[in-house]
């Protein structure tokens, strides 16, 4: 089986729980640990929540959108590919965003954490981005098959 | 959210999922029921809690600070097991008491 889906969603806060309940949804159907699909919603949450407070500072208008594709490969393992995409300010510093415990808003409590779960919670993580032009951020999980019988 | 205050106990009770949208308004909540009661202990249930991303982080680490601020403590109980692994990605785990309580 091969699927892929799309959604696309407002850069607003309450519409990252919709997002997470379509990523569950699509991926219930594969054989998958309930650890694997919680790690795979907090990446996906970590992204989207990146996309709306950073890329687009929380500027809320019709304009501003987060686009989810997923994809579901199946070869000797299912891979889950999933790609967050937004047209907000970009990432100016890669290498500084992804260090453990920094946060460009210490004063809105974030924690600096988000891409340090997208890392340890996901296989690969790969960042595409422009300044003034969005990001990209691409999400892959490897999901080992059961053998038959276990 | 559910709280019980109790002889210098304030006790939190979370129930919905820890994410940026529940954590901006929680925060506000949670603190103003820590300024009002000015308790020794706060304690944070986290066992209805189905999901928790790095916004809960800063949550917990937000009340951590200000329970510091007014000499309390701050005690968290009963995360499911990928909220603990996510609380052990960050320094909070070292800082703060984790209890399991028989449910």
């Known amino acids: 089986m091969n699927n892929f889906f799309e959604i696309k969603i407002k850069a607003e806060n309450e519409n990252v729980a919709v997002v997470r309940v379509a990523i569950a949804t699509f991926i219930s159907n594969l054989e998958i640990t309930i650890d694997d699909l919680m790690d795979i919603k907090t990446a996906v949450s970590e992204a989207v929540t990146n996309s709306i407070e950073h890329g687009y500072y929380n500027n809320i208008n019709d304009e501003n959108t987060v686009t989810i594709r997923a994809y579901i490969e199946n070869n000797e393992e299912d891979n889950i590919k999933i790609e967050i995409e937004d047209s907000g300010v970009g990432i100016e510093d890669i290498e500084l965003a992804t260090t453990l415990a920094y946060t460009s808003k210490p004063e809105l409590e974030h924690a600096g954490m988000g891409f340090t779960i997208m890392e340890t919670f996901m296989d690969e993580v790969f960042i595409d981005s422009k300044k003034d032009e969005g990001t990209i951020i691409t999400l892959i999980k490897r999901i080992k098959k059961r053998k038959s019988g276990n | ?103």
């Open chain 2, 1 to 103: 959210m559910r709280y019980k205050y109790d002889n210098g106990n304030l006790s939190i009770k979370l129930e919905e999922e820890l994410d940026m949208n529940s954590c901006k308004v929680l925060r506000n909540i949670m603190d103003g029921y820590i300024m009002k009661y000015q308790p020794r202990e706060v304690e944070i249930d986290l066992s209805k809690v189905q999901f928790m991303d790095s916004s809960g982080i800063g949550l917990l680490m937000g009340r951590y600070n200000l329970t510091k601020l007014i000499d309390a403590n701050l005690v968290i109980t009963n995360p499911s097991n990928s909220i603990k692994r996510i609380l052990e990605l960050s320094n909070i785990a070292s800082k703060i008491t984790l209890k399991y309580n028989e449910v």
